[in-house]
């Protein structure tokens, strides 16, 4: 039986949207008090949340034929026809496309690239100057992602481009459109179109170019798509690709430097041998348990769904929550806790307990990816650079992804010789 949302439990939820500054104190609340399937009870506004690995596998495999991924939000008018948008064979064609560049097989190739393009961000680093880990987490982030999809050196371009990237993020995450749909987006229109200008830019230089380059776009272009949706693919993936590593590697700091004994023991680690880190490896699992950067995942029901506790009727919004998920106390032991040790002896949870890249057909394309870049990009800061957390509070905000805010501010001085 569904269990109601009493007016104890609306205060309760209310008392933690302010204590924790961002809508996630109250889902859990609600979780704690309804149980694994609630309905959040905003007029005009009211989808239903599910989490745990009974539910998630229902949504991410068994009953995934009765979800629509393309939603009536402005993340389906930004990316239009974008893989992340769409349903279907449509679908399942642009995910084929896509893959390939991505496949674990591939990844050995780019971590020389993925230095290189730290360095240029920290080539900028003066010593002993506090830095905040979120924009320049993101410069890094860019610089790869547009390195690996565009073969595009985007160092030069980033005064132009990083506004437009903001306020593309900005525009599709939560806001007052959820209540009012219709609601005039003023001040995105030239940031949108700036951004688009410069992809159908990069696709055009690409088809006049003789020695073609083997990357996402060229099999993009191979294929035989139309600039409009090679546009629509390229953008789903910069976003979905660089903003998700942004907030990876913010909250990592975040959570190293509150854990500075946790932080020793990775520096030991990346000061001994090269290649493989298993405790930064820990840490990164452990960061992405705590802060999935994509902490829901956000569908239309087409077909009526039945779940132990209740039904969603077709037409209903469904959120399944990863971060919920995540943080279940019948599931976690310190489920609130940052304890990178829980991964070190295999898994001990169940299956469909720990998805940070979703699960089943439609998981993230860039999974291997994405966590290969953070090893390599955060080994190889914390082997160069000695960061010092400047202490500040720091809350979870709910953007387009998990975001630490007001961003991760840590002084950084080069490690020579010292290596202290
Ligand atoms: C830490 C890094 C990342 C995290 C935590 C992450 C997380 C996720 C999650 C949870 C989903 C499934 C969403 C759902 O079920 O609704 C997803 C899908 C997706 N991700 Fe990632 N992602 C990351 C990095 C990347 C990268 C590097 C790329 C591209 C290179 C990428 C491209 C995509 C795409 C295209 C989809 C949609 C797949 C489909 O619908 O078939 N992601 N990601």
Redesign the pocket.
Same mark, same amino acid.
């Given at each position: 039986m569904k269990k109601e949302i009493t007016p104890e439990l609306g205060r309760e939820a209310l008392f933690s949207l302010f204590k924790t500054r961002s809508p996630l104190g109250p889902l859990k609340a609600m979780a704690k008090h309804v149980g694994k399937f609630f309905q959040i009870p905003i007029p005009g506004f009211s989808p239903y949340v599910v989490f745990g690995p009974e539910a998630a596998r229902k949504v991410?495999v068994t009953d995934r034929n009765k979800l629509l991924?393309r939603n009536t939000d402005p993340v389906t008018d930004l990316l239009r026809r974008g893989?992340?948008v769409t349903d279907g064979e449509e679908?399942d064609h642009y /995910?084929g496309l896509?893959e390939t560049p @991505?496949h674990p097989s591939q990844l050995a190739g780019y971590t020389e690239m993925m230095i290189a393009q730290t360095e240029k961000v920290t080539s900028t680093w003066q010593d002993g100057q506090t830095v905040d880990m979120l924009v320049d987490g993101r410069k890094i982030a860019l610089l790869i $992602?547009m390195q690996?999809?565009f073969n595009k050196d985007a160092w030069n371009d980033i005064p132009k481009i990083w506004n437009p990237i903001l306020k593309t993020i900005q525009y599709v995450s939560p806001g007052l459109w959820i209540l009012w749909r219709k609601i005039p987006r003023l001040g995105y229109g030239k940031s949108l179109k700036a951004l688009d200008e410069y992809l159908y830019e990069i696709i055009e230089e690409r088809r006049k170019e003789e020695r073609k380059t083997r990357d996402f776009l060229q099999h993009l272009i191979d294929a035989g798509l139309s600039d409009d949706i090679i546009r629509d693919q390229m953008l789903?993936?910069l976003i =979905?690709?660089?903003d998700?590593?942004t =907030? *990876?590697f913010a909250w990592t700091f975040a959570l190293l430097g509150q854990h500075p004994e946790v932080l020793a023991e990775v520096l030991k680690e990346v000061d001994g041998a090269e290649g493989k880190y298993p405790l930064l490896d820990n840490v990164i699992k452990e960061t *992405?348990r705590l802060y +999935? +950067? $994509?902490h829901i995942?956000? /569908?239309r029901v087409a077909e009526e769904m039945e779940f132990d506790e209740g039904k969603i009727p077709a037409g209903e919004r469904m959120f399944?929550s990863?971060y919920l998920t995540h943080r279940d106390p019948q599931i976690w032991d310190d489920a609130e806790q940052f304890c990178p040790e829980r991964f070190a002896h295999g898994r001990k949870t169940p299956p469909m307990s720990y998805? +940070?890249?979703?699960g089943g +057909? /439609? =998981?993230? $394309?860039?999974?291997a @990816?994405?966590?290969a870049? =953070?090893r390599v990009v955060l080994a190889h800061l914390l082997k160069n650079f000695k960061f010092e957390f400047t202490g500040h509070p720091i809350h979870a905000h709910m953007g387009a992804t998990l975001e630490p805010r007001p961003g991760v501010m840590m002084r950084v001085t080069k490690r020579v010789e010292s290596r202290e």
């Open positions: 991410l991924w893989v992340l679908h /995910r896509m @991505f $992602i690996t999809l789903t993936m =979905a690709g660089h998700t590593s =907030a *990876l *992405l +999935p +950067p $994509i995942g956000n /569908r399944y990863i998805i +940070p890249f979703g +057909p /439609r =998981a993230c $394309i860039g999974a @990816f994405g966590q870049e =953070a």
